[in-house]
């Protein structure tokens, strides 16, 4: 699932902003950048968490950048300000646009972004991974970078969104996406950029969540991740226990990474976002630096509490009652004081073995694709936008690097394929699968049973 103040105030920042010998500058271009330490993210000495919501107007299909359009992005940044929120995620960026306004906007309103790298035309092909890890991928990902990482209120990268999706078939692509986090890394150090925050969002599985987890914090230094998250729809307006949230803490003490929700917000029993109470309480923020509600506008899936009117999204904003409900429980549940009892230093994982739950069979990432090196020294120059022809196939007519292991590049593949794999999936797209998924292994289960 996927998803930007006010002229006036930012020209009153401006004109307020004394002119000689100091060192504020107008809010407007200067946040202070997110950063890790140990399990925890860090503004300045102070601990941050993530109080955000998931912003994707139109949806996954229509496959809009909500930050290249200011009649889009000024509209809902009065509202995230409104709702006290300080970090949104978008999940779908064009890196042919320019986005100072919104990103300004953003920041005036101390916002901070977390972005997907990817989009669906540009992404790893679930269904086949290996020959989508090429170097127009790369390309189009690490302009992404270059776009977004001038802006202070960048906070995150995802390397990924939901590409495992499974216990089976899915977890081969976890190298390919693993690969893509290191490849981001290197980039940012190699152009010289600051430290912003790579890591892979993952999905609901609870099988291999652990094994997934574990995976992207193990082995060398330059192949692991800055955070990891994962999207978890199981609160359903309960509690700690009875969510298994309790379990979540548990399994995940002494990970050695920042972690935290890239999505919550079941939507069984009413939506009263008693999440955000748990994510806040002493009993999470050793653990977990908060959270994402899924999600900010009400698309085909129903999880928004903002109805945008108009196709272009540049309508009216009707806050529907959850939008209520959301600021109620932001304001009644704040960020805690001191330091949630983090942990301070980093640690790596093990790496975790292959099962049938994870049939990753070697912890060997792939090679960067050779035609993808230059981008490091040269940059990745202008990228192809949301609409260019795609990469998930282009290893069959450019680099195409083999991965050890990856087999041979198939070119009659179909590329209707494509769409079957390889990107996020809203709950309402995915909720087939993980129906199916249970039906068959409680079906499974009563059949053993009998
Ligand atoms: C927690 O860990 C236990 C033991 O490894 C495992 O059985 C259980 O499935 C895990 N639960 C979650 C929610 O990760």
Not at 94 to 103: F, G, I, L, T, V
Request: net charge negative; aromatic share 10%.
């Amino acid at each position: 699932m996927r998803s930007a103040t006010l002229v006036a105030s930012l020209a009153a920042v401006v004109a307020a902003t004394p002119t000689k010998s100091t060192p504020q500058k107008p809010r407007a271009v200067s946040v202070e950048p997110i950063t890790a330490t140990g399990n925890a993210f860090f503004k300045g000495s102070e601990r941050f968490y993530v109080r955000g919501v998931a912003y994707q107007p139109g949806g996954s299909g229509a496959n809009i950048d909500p930050l290249a359009d200011p009649k889009v992005c000024l509209p809902d940044i009065k509202k995230f300000a409104d709702l006290g929120i300080n970090v949104v995620r978008v999940y779908s960026v064009d890196n042919s646009k320019d986005h100072k306004e919104c990103m300004t906007a953003l920041a005036d309103a101390d916002i901070y972004v977390a972005l997907d790298a990817n989009n669906p035309k540009y992404s790893i092909n679930r269904a086949d991974p290996a020959p989508s890890y090429n170097a127009d991928y790369l390309q189009s990902v690490f302009a992404v970078i270059d776009e977004f990482i001038k802006y202070d209120n960048t906070m995150a990268f995802f390397s990924g969104n939901e590409v495992i999706h499974d216990e089976a078939d899915t977890t081969k692509s976890a190298r390919y996406v693993k690969a893509t986090t290191r490849d981001m890394r290197q980039y940012i150090r190699e152009r010289g950029y600051r430290k912003a925050l790579v890591g892979y969002s993952a999905a609901d599985v609870s099988t291999n969540r652990i094994q997934t987890a574990n995976y992207f914090n193990c082995g060398t230094e330059d192949e692991r991740s800055d955070f990891f998250a994962f999207n978890d729809y199981s609160w359903c307006d309960t509690d700690i226990v009875t969510s298994g949230w309790d379990v979540k803490v548990k399994n995940f003490t002494g990970y050695g990474l920042p972690i935290f929700l890239s999505e919550y917000g079941c939507t069984k029993n009413g939506r009263t976002f008693g999440e955000i109470e748990a994510l806040m309480s002493d009993q999470m923020t050793p653990v977990y630096s908060g959270g994402l509600m899924y999600e900010y506008s009400m698309e085909e899936n129903k999880f928004g509490i903002v109805q945008i009117s108009g196709k272009d999204q540049t309508g009216n904003r009707e806050e529907l009652p959850e939008y209520k409900s959301l600021k109620n429980a932001l304001s009644k549940y704040p960020a805690p004081t001191g330091d949630g009892g983090f942990t301070s230093t980093t640690a790596s994982a093990a790496c975790p073995t292959k099962d049938s739950n994870w049939l990753v069979d070697s912890t060997l990432l792939p090679a960067m694709p050779e035609k993808a090196k230059v981008y490091l020294s040269d940059g990745a120059g202008k990228g192809p936008g949301l609409n260019g022809p795609g990469s998930q196939w282009a290893s069959t007519t450019s680099s195409g690097d083999a991965a050890p292991g990856s087999g041979s590049v198939d070119s009659t593949a179909s590329p209707s394929s494509a769409a079957a794999g390889g990107f996020a999936m809203s709950p309402v797209d995915r909720a087939p699968f993980v129906i199916s998924g249970l039906v068959a292994f409680f079906t499974l289960v009563g059949a053993l049973a009998l």
